[in-house]
């Protein structure tokens, strides 16, 4: 009996020890399981908020580097550079798809911009320019306000401003060519590789053997604008006469081009207010001169200090070596390598005007 009592009792020692080493088991394994699961969930949390930032940080990271490199490659044409889908443009075969989401984005705008880039490095060597051209600016939301250079007025502020300079802070020039006399098809392929933006001013008289040249010129983004039908010298002629050259050319550049011109240069740049109310008549809103002259050889100023200023408009013309002392590629390396030398970027006129 004495050793039935002393099992019996070992036995319920021994099955206290185990009630308690199974239950301290189960609630650490429970606690554990209920921490784990915590911990997991706030780590979730603060992972997707790293996550976040990480996105953000890399992406800024992404537009600094590549723009970075960008403007590397820009510095001069003889630097090396990928052109436009080369392999630099394109992932690795094999490699991983492009991201999507904010961070594909930016990095496809980037992609984008370095290759516009690579592009205009290299058409500045093929081109001969010493330089590679500025990239111009994004053009105003909203255009400022034109008004009569001092000087320039005829009595009347309601007329179609005259003016040489576009009011702007941005280091810009703008580039014009009037008449038309020289339809050299390699200007418009130099142009559209080199990606300036110009205008035209064209006189019928010199352009009406060739519409076609100005049409392919237009399809290029080169807006047309009117330069009078003989190119006469205007303050010596009547009102009536001034309004034939002026609104004469505006009925046919609508007929062969689809657009009636807002802009509007005399010949020479001469005028009186019998001009500019004859401009007026027919559909012109503004008068632009010019602050500079580009010749293949040399460039002419109208300012004092002989130099260019934001928002200059400069003059070329269309010629050949007929009439100047080289071609029009000759005349756009020559005004080209001025303008990006004093560290200028050429706009286009009518997203200021």
Known sequence: MHLVRQ?????????????????????QESGRGNGQEGGQGAGRGNGRRRHRFRVRATGALLLVAALGSGCAAEGGSGGAAHPAGGAQGRPAA??????????????????????????????????????????????????????????FEVGDDSLPPVFTTVPTKERIVFLTIDDGSEK?????????????????????????????????????????????LNHRYLPGLSYDEQEKEICGQQEIMEKRFGKRPRLFRPPYGNYNGDTLRAARSCGVEAVP????????????????????????????HFRGKADWKGTMPDMIRQVMNVITAKGYAVAKLEDYV
Not at 289 to 303: K, Q, Y
């Open 184 to 228: 050299d098809p390699e200007l418009l392929k130099m142009m559209t590789e080199l990606d300036i933006p110009y205008s035209a001013f064209l006189s019928d008289y010199v352009t009406s053997d060739d519409y076609g040249y100005f049409e392919r010129m237009q399809g290029r983004g080169v807006v047309l604008n009117n330069h009078t």
């Open 94 to 151: 094999g490699g991983p798809a492009q991201a999507r989401g904010p961070a594909g984005a930016l990095s496809a705008y980037v992609q984008k911009v370095r290759a516009a880039r690579a592009a205009r490095v290299a058409a500045a060597r093929k081109w001969g320019l010493k330089l590679t051209p500025l990239p111009a600016p994004a053009p105003p939301r909203t255009k400022p306000e034109i008004t009569f250079r001092k000087g």
């Open 7 to 27: 099992n019996g009792k070992h036995g319920q020692r021994n099955g206290q020890r185990n009630g308690q080493r199974n239950g301290q088991k189960s609630g």
């Open 289 to 316: 001169l010019w602050s500079a002259e580009a010749f293949p050889d040399h460039m002419e100023w109208r300012e004092w200090d002989r130099d260019l200023h934001p928002g200059d408009i400069v003059l070329t």
